[in-house]
């Protein structure tokens, strides 16, 4: 007979109990099953826009207002190259996009578009100095400001900062900066991979010359593998057998695979940041322009994850060091990198904490 230790009830509740487990598991992983190999695809970026302004691939949008408009001074968001914008408007709920417009911001966005092998000689000279500028000029124009918000998230902040550190007028106010890597001198891992002897820059731009997204894409996952490759599966099965609604997961995942290809014009400028630290050491240039950081006297908001092993909080904190701005803020949350612009914290700590600084440095133009 089984010790008390073990099991009170009788045989048959113990077999009812491992057999009611087993139908438990077994569904979980059939409709886990049946989510990874067919669930439609969710719908994302729904918040309503109009397309303002268009270059080649890229358009800029600007978001409807639900409310008149409470602050002047327009937001224009700038995303990384390599993936699309929409997380930054991941579906409703969990969008910057939607909480900015709702709290009476005029919000516009630049969306790069998917570049073709044509465009694989773009560079930042172009990016910057042509798309950039156009559509800050579209804002002001638009908005009828000569002041506005630039609002970077990853390698869009980078940009940001490298326009505002050449700009003219339109004037940049405010610039805040999510996950946006400044100085390269401890990029992690990230950094230790493309500083290897063996990583030939140039032979991967000759060779492929428009970067494919499945390169970016695995050389970004490889960074922590059991995690991105096993963990992002396991979630779903946890939250499946959990009964948690998997609408994020869902839209997180589209995403994180939705990616475009990288203009190897760029590519090589963004690797060549992490190789030499250029942007620093003031030694990065655009078309013959010095980009100086200590030029910069916006009103300055950066944010990084504490757990982020793409962008470190390090490489993030570094912009307060070399700008000339008295008005300059470092907020540090735990979370990684995508944990600032979609997730429950996000929501709930990192949306209002931006809502604030904005407030405070958007009350007239």
Known sequence: MRSSLFYSGSAKDAGEK????????????????????SAPSPQTGLTPK??????NKAELYRYRAVKDKVHPVPVLMLYALINKPYILDLYPGNSLVEYLVNNGFDVYMLDWGTPSWEDKDLSFNELILDYILRAVEKVAQTSGTKELTLLGYCMGGTMSVIYTALQREPIVRNMVLIAAPIDFTDAGICGIWVKRPDFNLEK???????????????GTKILNPVNNYLGTYTRLWKMIYND??????????????????????????????????SLVKKEFTLRGYRVDLAHIESSVLALAGGNDHIVLP???????????????????FPVGHGGLVFGSLAVKKVFPAIKQWLEERSLYV
Do not use: C
């Open 314 to 332: 390090g490489q993030v904190k570094a912009i307060l060091e070399h700008i000339s701005a008295q008005d300059k803020t470092y907020l540090e």
């Open 18 to 37: 491992l057999q009611e487990g087993f139908d438990q598991f077994y569904h979980t992983t059939q409709k886990w099953m049946d989510i990874i190999a």
């Open 50 to 55: 109009d397309v303002i302004w268009r270059k």
């Open 244 to 277: 948690i609604p998997v609408q994020s997961w869902m839209a997180l995942n589209k995403w994180v695979n939705d990616g475009v290809p990288f203009p190897g014009g760029a590519y090589r400028q963004w690797i060549g940041l992490y190789k030499e630290n």
């Open 204 to 218: 991967v731009v000759d060779t492929y010359g428009l970067i494919p997204s499945d390169f970016i894409d695995n």
